[in-house]
């Protein structure tokens, strides 16, 4: 035989000889994985029967653990129950009646549902309506003026170059190291040379200055992760830069416009230091001043049913609009928290 004819004939093999490399993949033994390497065989597959085997050999394997949401969830578990609680009590004792709020020790469920606290809050002094009115009305002012006021600042800081622009901003976010109780006289006295005490529009502008340094900070940070050249090519396109900014950019950052928007509803609608110190007509009060009214309304008695059936009436828009945009709100602050 020839050089030439030995190098085309291939010996013949034995199957025991063949190596576990060259063995067809499905034929091959299940072996544990090593701690210290990846876990190949746990990679998902195509077909029916290969999804099969990658479950039954996952069953068993080192390091095929379980998601890391199950060991958490007895902690999120009694947490979820602890927030909760509080929610759930202050609404069983709002349909309690009045002697049953007030008994000592407290019952646990109503003997009996009653609905005497929410009229006692309708007929309580300018009725429960009144001041709802007047909390929607705080809220929207505050909000829309801290959107448009934090939109367009933040686009400036984040697209614009000018003289002083990182000290005008350190001093912007400044504001947030002057305790607020501080600044409250000041800001008494200025809106009185303005005319604008005793106004909701007063006190909505006094409300939006706490929330620029936030929210401008988070806008800025949210217009600088969105790429120049989709505003460049709408300028190449004929649009404006008010056009690009509304076309282009303010749709990329919604999450952070919604973000802004939502402290700004909460912040307004709990607060309760401002209102009192800025009004002093009963009849333009939030909520929150009402709530403590209630609560000394009569010389050392306190009614725990109409309290606790305000304080459920003046969650409820919090916690609908929270859970409606709790997805933008966590987008948005994730947005705003990449770049610094």
């Not at 947030?176 to 005793?198: C, E, F, K, R, S």
């Not at 007063?202 to 409300?207: C, K, N, T």
């Not at 928007?261 to 401002?274: I, Q, R, V």
């Not at 725990?304 to 409820?316: R, T």
Request: hydrophobic fraction near 45%; charge should be positive.
């Amino acid at each position: 035989m020839t050089p030439i004819q030995a190098r085309f004939i291939t010996p013949p093999t034995n199957s025991s000889s063949i190596s576990a490399q060259q063995q067809p993949r499905q034929n091959r033994p299940w072996r544990r994985p090593s701690p210290n390497g990846p876990d190949r065989r746990c990679r998902v597959r195509n077909s029916a029967g290969d999804r099969q085997r990658t479950r039954q050999a996952c069953f068993g394997a080192v390091n095929c653990q379980a998601p890391a949401s199950t060991s958490a969830l007895p902690a999120s578990t009694v947490l979820a129950v602890a927030f909760l609680f509080p929610l759930l009590w202050a609404l069983l004792n709002s349909f309690k009646t009045k002697a049953e709020a007030n008994q000592q020790p407290p019952t646990w469920f109503p003997h009996s549902l009653s609905i005497a606290n929410y009229r006692s809050l309708a007929g309580f002094d300018q009725g429960i309506g009144t001041y709802l009115l007047n909390s929607v009305l705080l809220s929207a002012l505050t909000v829309l003026l801290s959107v448009a006021v934090c939109v367009l600042g933040g686009y400036g800081f984040a697209r614009f170059t000018f003289r002083g622009k990182t000290l005008l901003f350190g001093t912007t976010l400044g504001i947030l190291m002057v305790p607020y109780a501080t600044i409250l006289l000041p800001l008494y006295i200025v809106l009185g040379h303005l005319g604008l005490q005793n106004s909701l529009i007063g006190l909505a502008l006094v409300l939006v200055m706490f929330q620029l340094p936030f929210g401008i900070y988070l806008m800025r940070n949210s217009f600088e992760s969105v790429p120049r050249e989709l505003e460049e090519a709408a300028l190449v396109d004929g649009a404006s830069t008010v056009g690009a900014l509304r076309h282009v950019s303010l749709r990329i950052v919604m999450p952070g416009v919604v973000t802004v928007a939502l402290f700004s509803f909460l912040t307004s609608w709990n607060e309760y230091l401002a209102p009192l110190i800025f009004l002093n007509d009963g009849s333009k009060y939030t909520l929150p001043v009402m709530l403590v009214n209630i609560r000394y309304a009569s010389y050392n008695i306190i009614d725990f049913g109409a309290l606790q059936a305000g304080v459920v009436i003046a969650m409820l828009p919090c916690l609908v609009v929270y859970l409606a945009l709790q997805r933008f709100y966590v987008n948005g602050l994730v947005a705003g928290a990449l770049r610094g």
